[in-house]
């Protein structure tokens, strides 16, 4: 175990929703927050609510030309030509956030989501070197009503981040669900609202020098993902199948069935290992053809943090 | 009670998915059938499956430039200028299904659609004067799993009909749900399969000279639609209360709760009567300015019906 790590305190920090501009629960509270900022005050810092993507809320859909999240890379964010809206946004983004890397870019970023799929309270941060994010979830997860909160670290080794909260220096993605797209669930709008409320207080209590003691948890690391059946044309043959259906963060193991056709045929998966499906039946993966995502669950340490006086 | 009805037989039957192009049970269905017809196969006749919005399907989309479910008036049908892919759209299938109200017209159709909200498996169908639909629908509720697969009457007094189904002489729309727009979920899709199953049994019965007796059922009868409340911008201002979410059918008495303000005030049902909500949070009613639909319960005697030998 790593000693007491030190990190400089957070002054600048962004609330972001509408990053898709169907998933409603960031889209209602970012457009109430700015009109009403206060409950985003505390007494070190005053987070800035603000829509990511405000072309797709208006139009309530996931996105107009190109997914957002998917932009935040240097040859898009460098790039003199802006192909779509999205990469015209995500310049803009940069440059009110960012510049991502550099030291004038905000000190953390909160990115609200929501998903079809059964996903509960989800955190998704880069990686296990997210010390200051994983802090946080960890903090959340103590505070929620909630048994399982579970975080995924979504980079691959060598990737580059390319998410919204990337501009800032650290940052993270609440994920929540089974909310449909275009569609504003009040027990999800409230839980979304708590667990933001619980991230500001991590970071006030972080700001006052509160000693966050070295924790060991698990977590679950993307490791790729499943298509659904396709026949020749490309046309999907299968559906998830009911027993996977709502069964994130679940073991599946290998030989367990995954999809069932409509000829009646269970698919199995196949694998040697197990994996812990997340995503299952995401209506916005359909098209980037991924029925579900698999993950490894792993246990991992955190040193100590405190803030750097 | 009236004495024993009698209609011709039906020989030209159509069933219809992708009217809305993001409703998946209809869309996956009717793909299924157009390679694997079988299934639709019954001695007197074969049910010719086709997609409503084959665009609209394509772009995994309600809509491509207007709802097609609501083009199905005689303005649009008989317009020389097609404003829009959908108005083209109802030529055509007017074209291949009707002429509607003409003798020519197919004899039934089935409108495959899904909702966000929980509305279970709900027959929806002009009023109480579609004889047929109705034995059918009591038909299916005899056949079904299900304890309360309700029957919605949509059409306003000296309202012109106008969804997809009512090009043929007579037909229904099977709406289930909870389902998220661009999602296919197992169950349902198998639960939408075994409806139409029984609903092509059905009419073969019919044809053989089946006799369906008399019979006294409830039913619900659309009074109205009720808003999302707005601020002075016309911004929706509250979410479905948690009381009322997925409580389609279910009684809802005045003084009650509807909507809970993102300032936690709750909004009360104000009106002098009971009603029994539907398509509560639907999806793609935010833009038609509903939150849920208001309804009325009623008894409805219908009499016997039998073949016309």
Redesign the interface.
């Known amino acids: 175990m790593t000693a007491l790590q030190h990190l400089p305190s957070l002054r600048r920090v962004a609330v972001c929703g509408g990053t898709h501009g169907n998933e409603m629960s960031g889209v ?2 970012v ?2 927050w700015l009109r ?1 900022p206060s409950e985003l005050q505390r007494g070190t810092f005053c987070a800035t609510p603000f829509l990511g993507n405000p072309q797709a809320v208006e139009q ?1 859909v996931r996105y107009i030309g190109t997914d957002l999240n998917r932009t935040f890379i240097a040859d898009i964010l460098n790039s003199k030509d802006s192909d779509t809206y999205e990469c015209q946004r995500a310049q803009e983004v940069n440059q009110a956030f960012g510049p991502k890397g550099s030291l004038d870019a905000y000190d953390f970023m909160i990115d609200l989501h929501n998903t ?1 799929a059964n996903m509960g309270c989800c955190f998704i941060v880069p990686s296990e070197q997210s010390l200051l994010s994983v802090h946080m979830c960890n903090y959340i997860q103590k505070q929620s009503k909630r048994r399982h909160c579970p975080v995924l670290f979504y980079q691959q080794p060598g990737e580059e981040t390319y998410p919204i909260a990337s501009v800032a220096k650290a940052g993270l993605a609440i994920e929540m669900g ?10 999800i ?1 409230a839980e979304m609202r708590s667990t933001v409320a619980h991230a500001l207080d991590f970071i006030e209590l972080f700001n006052k020098g509160t000693l966050f003691p070295s924790f060991e948890s698990e977590a679950y690391k993307f490791t790729g993902s499943v298509d659904f059946p396709r026949d020749p044309t490309g ?2 043959s299968a ?4 027993k996977l ?1 709502d069964k994130d963060f679940h073991p599946l193991q290998p030989g367990h069935p995954i999809f ?1 056709t ?2 009646g045929e269970d698919i199995l998966y196949e694998s040697d290992n197990i994996t812990y499906p997340v995503f299952i ?4 993966y ?2 980037k053809k991924a029925a579900f995502l698999k993950t490894e669950k792993k246990t991992l340490s955190q040193p100590a943090l405190q803030k750097k006086f």
Do not use: F, M, S, W
């Open positions: 209602y509270l457009k109430y009403n309530c079809t089974p909310q449909p797209q275009g569609v504003a669930r009040a027990e709008l046309e999907i559906v998830v199948h009911p259906q069932q409509l000829d039946n995401e209506a916005a359909y098209e």
